[in-house]
């Protein structure tokens, strides 16, 4: 007979912490399906394209309108690189919050 009696205590740790990591990648998930775009875009003018990649993030556009979600770079980086691949942006918001005129300045290259 052990001695010693392993509590039952861990294994319902990790089993609760499974669930709640479980959880909230299918919240995010649901998030982003429900609408909840991260970066919402307003180009100078339509699209060329009604879906593409840029900086490692799939945009999605109906005419001038873009969404994406969320990347890893900051909101400036994020607007330039669409630039490159869509053309100048009119306004650009990340997390619900608008990029002022002069960074949207600088995110359309101008000096």
Not at 7 to 31: Q, V
Not at 68 to 91: D, E, F, Y
């Amino acid at each position: 007979m052990p001695i010693f009696k392993l509590s039952p205590l861990p294994h319902r740790f990790a089993l609760a912490g499974a669930a709640l990591i479980g959880g909230l990648a299918f919240a995010s998930t649901a998030a982003t399906a429900a609408g909840g775009a991260y970066y919402r875009v307003e180009l100078a003018s339509p699209a060329a394209e009604a879906r593409f990649v840029a900086r490692d993030v799939v945009w999605a556009c109906k005419g001038a309108s873009c969404t994406a979600g969320q990347g890893t770079s900051r909101p400036l980086v994020m607007c330039s690189a669409l630039v490159k691949k869509a053309g100048p942006v009119a306004s650009f918001a990340a997390g619900g919050k608008a990029l002022e005129a002069e960074e949207l300045a600088r995110c359309n290259g101008a000096k």
